[in-house]
């Protein structure tokens, strides 16, 4: 399984563009990377997924580097509201016509006013 | 619109009792699972199904069982607590296998 590797914690401020790292170097050619963000003790939320092209949606920005080893989720401007967990993971093929999606640890993110 | 609703969102069991939580969605979405997070930990998978009639085990099936009648309803059965089963439950649903998740607000449940 492609693993993905992301910092415990990052601290940004209010206002200033968040750039959230994460390594997924075993990542295969047809495997996509998704985010996901976790604001205490709600469910997980969708932010963004992509295969090589970057992304952008209403949330976020998500970079994929050209060997696609690594990946930059892009907050542009951080509100106290964006203070979550965020979850880097790859899309890995489990048989058939099935995915699986592992959640790790992911990066606690905490934006200071 | 109510998305994928999950109840109780609260449950405080004894040793050997057993408890449905449940989990519905609305969104005709045909896989849905179940998820435990524990302090500290990332998510891990319990059951899923890809379908009405279609089960299958995650990372940490031991001591839950599952059933998908409907497209819409998906229970985790706890047949015989266990205080190892003290953990937040998630339930979520997309519309196929490997699309983004739709995530329930979860189910604290303590087992003393």
């Known amino acids: 399984d492609a693993k993905t590797t992301q910092p415990p914690s990052m601290d940004c401020a209010e206002g200033r563009a968040a750039n959230l790292p994460c390594n997924h170097s075993?990542?295969?050619?047809?495997?996509?990377v998704y985010w996901y963000r976790q604001i205490h003790s709600q469910g997980p939320q969708y932010i963004i997924h992509?295969?090589?092209n970057n992304e952008t949606n209403e949330m976020a920005s998500l970079i994929i580097t050209e060997d696609r080893k690594s990946s930059t989720l892009i907050l542009p401007h951080a509100t106290l509201r964006d203070t979550a967990v965020y979850y880097c993971?790859?899309?890995?093929?489990?048989?058939?016509?099935?995915?699986?999606?592992?959640f790790g640890k992911g990066t606690l993110l905490t934006v200071n006013p | 619109n109510a998305g994928v609703t999950q109840t109780p969102k609260f449950q405080v069991l004894k040793t050997g009792q057993s408890m449905t939580l449940q989990c519905a969605q609305d969104m005709n979405h045909e896989y849905m699972s179940w998820y435990r997070q524990d302090p500290g930990m990332g998510l891990r998978l319990i059951h899923y199904?890809?379908?009405?009639?279609?089960?299958d085990q995650g990372e940490v099936p031991n001591g839950y069982n599952v059933s998908r009648s409907t497209t819409e309803d998906f229970p985790l059965r706890l047949l015989s607590a266990a205080p190892s089963q003290t953990s937040v439950y998630f339930c979520?649903?997309?519309?196929?296998?490997?699309?983004?998740?739709?995530f329930g607000s979860g189910t604290q449940l303590s087992v003393l």
């Open positions: 075993t990542i295969s050619g047809n495997e996509y």
């Open positions: 979520a649903s997309s519309y196929s296998t490997g699309e983004k998740l739709f």
């Open positions: 199904s890809v379908g009405a009639g279609i089960t």
């Open positions: 992509g295969l090589k």
């Open positions: 993971i790859v899309r890995v093929a489990s048989g058939g016509s099935n995915y699986k999606l592992t």
